[in-house]
């Protein structure tokens, strides 16, 4: 007899909750172990106090557990601990080297990744790294980092002081005022310049085109590198950009490269400036993309390049989920 453990976190006490996540955590416990359902003898369940809504082995029960002897238990409140987790021991018949099975926030539960791990996403303008590095943070409650936005705030400085991002002399000057910092207010990321929040002026035509020119010069890229280290050296988080898995985190423990054609990489972009309400013309987009392209992939100083040891995933004709499936795949496979 030998025994698994696994462990699942849900974003809130509710019944459906509770047995997707128990569903998918004995699925996959199943699937890693290539355990046949009458080799598990029982399972035992204990969740964090904050679970009320539904019991786990019933859960499992619906989930097609039905032979199998189930138990539940309530684990004590300590403070700091892991919230709205639920853990299971399965005692199966099986000569086996276990595999246990960590999903979402249960993740930090390991210790060799609770350690700290770094997850670098590069990749061309609408690949969706954000959109995903947004889903993974989410997802293993980690903390994301959007590295655009720190070049997005130079250049508006810039653009405020009217400094042409092109002109290295006069951008270079502006760099000694230059203080950027970020914080985060439920999970998201706020980028402060100076100390105003300006996160909410980022995303104009002006700033975009002005961050893929300002972010050429090596002092630039210099004086945003030791912000990005900064953050990424104590704490485990994902980070998107252009040169994390090649300077800024070299050493990442996870690198992966996302590319798009660009026609679907212009459509993302006009879906999304249509949902939040901005007319904006499909073809002046396009180009504008393939000219940022340009840009970034051809400056002299950390250019937009896939790592070598990085993993390339082409995300024409994924969604984001099957994307988000990839990345936690090879994540969850090393650790
Ligand atoms: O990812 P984004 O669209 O927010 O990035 C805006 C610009 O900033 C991009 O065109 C190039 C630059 N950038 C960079 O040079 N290095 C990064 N790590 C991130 C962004």
Do not use: W
């Amino acid at each position: 007899m030998i025994a698994i453990r696994g462990a699942t976190t849900i974003e809130k006490d509710e019944k459906d909750a509770i047995r997707i996540a128990v569903k998918e955590l004995l699925t996959e416990i199943e699937t890693k172990n290539s355990l046949n359902r009458s080799e598990i003898m029982s399972i035992v369940f204990s969740s964090t106090s904050d679970i009320h809504s539904y019991y786990p082995a019933k859960a499992a029960r619906e989930a097609g557990f039905e032979s199998c002897a189930l138990f539940s238990a309530t684990e004590p409140e300590i403070d700091g601990s892991l919230k709205l987790c639920i853990r299971v021991m399965l005692f199966v018949e099986k000569n086996l080297t276990p595999k246990h099975v960590y999903l979402h926030g249960a993740l930090t539960l390991r210790k060799d990744v609770a350690k700290k791990y770094n997850v670098a996403i590069d990749g061309p303008a609408g690949s969706g790294k954000s959109t995903i590095a947004k889903a993974l943070a989410a997802d293993y409650r980690i903390l994301y980092l959007d590295t655009g936005a720190l070049y997005r705030a130079a250049a508006l400085m810039a653009e405020d002081l009217g400094i042409d991002p092109v002109d290295a002399e006069k951008v270079s000057s502006m760099l000694e005022q230059l203080d950027i910092t970020v914080n985060y207010e439920d999970g998201a990321q706020r980028t402060i310049l100076n100390g105003t929040d300006v996160t909410n002026r980022l995303r104009s035509q002006s700033v975009t085109m002005g961050a893929s020119a300002i972010s050429k010069h090596p002092a630039v890229r210099t004086k945003l590198l030791n912000v990005q280290r900064e953050i990424a050296k104590n704490t485990t988080c994902v980070l998107d950009g252009r040169d994390i898995g090649t300077v800024v985190l070299p050493n990442a423990d996870f690198k992966f490269f996302l590319t798009a054609d660009p026609d679907i990489r212009a459509k993302r972009r006009y879906d999304e400036m249509l949902a939040k309400g901005i007319e904006v013309d499909f073809d002046s987009l396009k180009n504008e993309i393939i000219l940022r392209d340009k840009q970034d992939s051809t400056r002299a100083h950390a250019p937009l390049k896939k790592a070598e040891d990085a993993i390339e995933i082409d995300t024409s004709r994924l969604n984001i989920q099957e994307v988000l499936a990839v990345i936690k795949s090879k994540i969850q496979e090393k650790i």
